[in-house]
């Protein structure tokens, strides 16, 4: 399996313009997670899915940021508008219930907003 | 939200040195899990721990689960240049560690030449 598949690697974009973070999880897996990494605040849990349902959006930092799963090998995570502050690495991450061992990020989406 | 507190923040050592560091928590936890991240890249799991207590290896990694079910510890023998990264201890309610992970402050580890 060819992993956790992010796209973009990297995002530049100017404030108050829309973003869009795309995710493939591995095949078969029925969670997803979105992530955000900074280095004031380090790994944070936006949202994550089970069997392409949202579970818990208790770490959406507000209504500008929205998560959708349409399918279970698709999910994407938007930014409208975005702000400077939104500048981070965001990772997704899948993993399947029922078997051990945590569960399997991506490289991860690096963006700025200027 | 809740962060697992990691110790030390940073460590540099010379290579061949061993490491330890540890993780603190105020909840009890199910299944503690320990990642290491490269730069540019994502967390990638090392180890993961499921009972209290319990003392898991991985070639020159040691991680041990702590017997309050607060704490872990992780230690790295002899250490080689490519176990430069980021540490980072995460917790779990579930007993498979496969759903929501509470991560760790984490812990950079330089090897000085």
């Known amino acids: 399996d060819a992993g956790v598949i992010q796209s973009p690697r990297h995002e530049v974009t100017e404030m108050g313009q829309e973003v869009t973070l795309r995710c493939k999880p591995i095949s078969g897996h029925d969670y997803l997670f979105w992530y955000r990494q900074t280095m004031m605040r380090g790994l944070e849990l936006l949202i994550y899915?089970?069997?392409?349902?949202?579970?818990?959006d208790s770490g959406m930092p507000e209504d500008r940021f929205s998560a959708k799963m349409p399918n279970a090998s698709f999910s994407t995570l938007k930014i409208q508008p975005s702000e400077p502050r939104d500048s981070a690495v965001y990772f997704c991450a899948s993993s399947l219930a029922a078997t051990r061992g945590g569960y399997t990020f991506g490289s991860g989406t690096r963006l700025t907003v200027v | 939200g809740q962060q697992l507190n990691q110790n030390p923040q940073s460590m540099f050592i010379q290579e061949g040195e061993d490491v330890s560091m540890n993780c603190t928590s105020s909840s009890i936890f199910n299944t503690w899990l320990w990642y290491k991240q490269d730069p540019g890249e994502g967390p990638v799991l090392l180890i993961a721990l499921y009972k209290a207590g319990e003392l898991t290896s991985n070639g020159r990694l040691t991680a041990q689960f702590g017997i309050t079910r607060k704490d872990s510890f992780l230690n790295i023998s002899a250490s080689i240049p490519s176990d430069v990264g980021i540490y980072f201890c995460?917790?779990?309610?579930?007993?498979?560690?496969?759903?929501?992970?509470?991560f760790g402050t984490g812990t950079r580890l330089t090897i000085i030449p």
């Open positions: 899915f089970n069997n392409n349902v949202p579970i818990d």
């Open positions: 995460a917790g779990s309610y579930s007993n498979f560690g496969n759903e929501k992970l509470t």
